[in-house]
């Protein structure tokens, strides 16, 4: 038991000397199964105003709840705000359970990413992940069906696309939104994993045949395997520039899994993101003091350096602003390879999105234009 205390010691004064306690207790938060004595941690000058921005910034309000529950000097609005999400985590599972009914009459085949269904696969309780929306996967050629039937649910999508427009939002993009009565972003609809110019082609069908089953409410539905699941989730991190702890410990939960390491460093040197999964599990080593898988190959200089920048920007709260130069110079960065790099800057750069369709109205025939378009916004951005 001394043992054990010391180490418990020893790991909250190696952690002191780089974070503040704010973040430090965020972290601890994280997992209680590898928690020390978090107590240590609830000192009197512990800001609590920032402890729970902290925490609504890193998706950690129920983690945090259930780890300082019955704990002295606790604020009652943790309390609030976990209870709040746990009543909109059931209104998400009840509106999931709405959808899958609708898909399954309509012989749409679906995966429950995200939301309540990995909370359940993860913590055993949908209440234990925050997140806020619901994130329903279909194959691209079953998107329009998808649509009609959300929309026959009463959903109204967040785009007005044309036919023209709409086609080229299949190839290019990877989700669009729908809302119900007020909630404006209830349902994200899916059917890629990131944006095309990320230039990592998932194959979706294979997801959809490696997929597993998970029983929400008792209900089963199906969801990523678990080998795709933490190679999504890394990917998904990493398009946040690993912003939120929350994905983090989502990952670190995931590798309490037996999984097929040989098969998933493949699969990500066949997408270009294994520096991504080392970033990922760099973080992770750093962050909760743990090791880095035995099967992951050593750290170049430079993945080493972007993990470390991303360890430096977590415990400030840093939100990534998706359209800035720096976001997409850490984009780049997180890719290993030249061509994977150009074939981003290329995508980038070449392929219109809805700022451009928003931006100039122009008929569906001259839809080629709206290439040109973007290649002279992007110009005039890095130009001036």
């Known amino acids: 038991m001394a043992a054990a205390s010391q180490i418990a010691v020893n790991r909250l004064s190696a952690h002191s000397r780089r974070f503040d306690p704010e ?4 972290l601890a938060c994280c997992d209680r199964a590898n928690q020390f004595d978090i107590t240590s941690l609830l000192t009197p000058d512990l800001d609590w105003q920032r402890v729970l921005e902290s925490a609504e910034h890193h998706r950690l309000i129920p983690a945090m709840h259930a780890a300082l529950a019955g704990k002295n000097g606790v604020p009652s609005t943790l309390r609030v705000r976990a209870h709040k999400h746990a009543w909109r985590v059931l209104h998400f599972t009840v509106e ?77 993009g990877y989700e669009s939104s729908f809302g119900l009565n007020s909630e404006r972003n209830l349902v994200e609809l899916q059917w890629q994993i990131v944006p095309r110019f990320c230039s990592i082609n998932f194959d979706i069908d294979a997801l959809f045949s490696r997929s597993i089953q998970v029983k929400l409410d008792a209900v089963p539905l199906r969801t990523m395997g678990h080998e795709d699941l933490l190679l999504v989730l890394c990917v998904h991190a990493a398009k946040h520039e690993w912003a939120h702890l929350g994905m983090l410990r989502d990952i670190a939960a995931l590798t309490n899994f037996s999984l097929d390491w040989d098969w998933m460093l493949a699969e990500a040197r066949r997408l270009g993101i294994l520096k991504i999964l080392q970033v990922s599990f760099f973080a992770l080593s750093e962050l909760f003091n ?3 898988p035995m099967q992951l190959p050593p750290l170049a200089e430079s993945t080493v350096e972007l993990g470390s920048t991303v360890i430096a920007r977590l415990q400030h709260n ?21 061509r994977d790099r150009a074939r981003f800057v290329w995508r980038l750069a070449t392929t219109p999105s809805l700022q451009e369709w928003q931006a100039v109205q122009i008929p569906d025939r001259y839809f080629a234009a709206y290439r040109g378009i973007r290649i002279a916004r992007w110009m005039k951005r890095f130009l001036t």
């Open 96 to 172: 999931l359970m709405k959808i899958a009914r609708c898909f399954e009459q309509r012989g749409i085949e679906f995966l429950a990413h995200k939301g309540p269904a990995l909370a359940q696969l993860l913590y055993g309780n949908p209440a234990m992940r925050q997140f806020g929306d619901l994130d329903v996967m279909v194959r691209p050629r079953d998107f329009a069906r998808a649509k009609d039937a959300l929309i026959a649910l009463g959903y109204d999508p967040a785009l007005q696309l044309s036919v023209r427009q709409e086609k080229s939002f299949l190839r290019s």
């Open 23 to 26: 973040f430090e207790l965020a």
């Open 290 to 292: 743990t090791s880095l």
């Open 318 to 338: 840093y939100e990534p602003h998706t359209e800035s130069a720096r976001y997409f110079r850490t984009q780049l960065l997180s890719r290993e390879g030249w």
